[in-house]
């Protein structure tokens, strides 16, 4: 079975600590990116990466950072610097080796719901 | 940054009915159009990619409008199992790998 995962489901977190959120992709895509959605808001993107041992800062990238030492994965690690981490963050990939226009979907795992107590 | 914005909702129809999303984007350059749709708590799953002739899948209909910067969804004999949010999607940049625009995504509720 093909797909994204994300773990865990859930994360507590006390404040000051490090957490780092686990992104696996067996789809053979090359580009992965991670979003934060809280409620009644649209995703932000945090990071993303277009190839392995590279990756940009999106939108929020303040208080997080990442990782892309293999293909497959892509983790997420929310720092003591960030403000406000409580949050619902999704990983996506996208990128079919010659895929042409239809290139950039992303598809998405099923989430970590990380709560800072 | 580029916006793509929807109208939030809720909408709220019963079932049978034909419901219209509208969505409007600020980038003219952007290339790749998407509809999501996303049920309370879960992840968001690719429903349509919106071409410029317009597609069809079944019961929805999605439509793009590059003149005015505007995207639409149409779906039509709602079922209750529509109940959900659906995100009008932009890529950023004119590339076919820019990065994607979300709107904050609009509310159906579909009754019986």
């Known amino acids: 079975d093909g797909g994204i995962t994300q773990s865990p489901k859930y994360l507590f977190r006390k404040e000051g600590q490090n957490v780092t959120l686990s992104c696996e992709q067996n789809?053979?895509?090359?580009?992965m990116y991670w979003y934060r959605q809280d409620p009644g808001q649209g995703l932000r993107l945090i990071y993303y990466s277009q190839i392995v041992n590279d990756f940009q800062k999106g939108d929020i990238a303040e208080g997080y950072s990442v990782s892309r030492e293999k293909k497959e994965s892509f983790p997420l690690t929310v720092t003591s610097a960030q403000k406000n981490p409580t949050a619902f963050y999704l990983c996506?990939?996208?990128?079919?080796?010659?895929?042409?226009?239809?290139?950039?979907?992303?598809?998405f795992g099923p989430g970590t719901r990380l709560t800072v107590l | 940054r580029k916006e793509v914005e929807q109208d939030p909702g809720p909408f709220n129809v019963p079932e049978g009915a034909t419901v219209a999303f509208n969505c409007t984007y600020s980038?003219?350059?952007?290339?790749?159009f998407f509809w999501y749709r996303q049920d309370c708590r879960k992840e968001p799953k690719l429903l349509m990619s919106v071409y410029s002739s317009g597609n069809e899948d079944g019961r929805f209909t999605a439509q793009l409008n590059r003149a005015s910067q505007y995207i639409s969804l149409l779906i039509r004999d709602s079922k209750l199992s529509d109940s959900a949010t659906y995100l009008c999607v932009v890529n950023e940049d004119g590339g076919s790998q820019g990065n994607l625009i979300f709107g904050k995504g609009t509310k159906l509720s579909v009754k019986p």
């Open positions: 980038n003219s350059a952007s290339q790749s």
């Open positions: 789809l053979n895509h090359d580009a």
């Open positions: 996506a990939s996208s990128g079919i080796p010659g895929g042409g226009a239809i290139y950039n979907e992303q598809f």
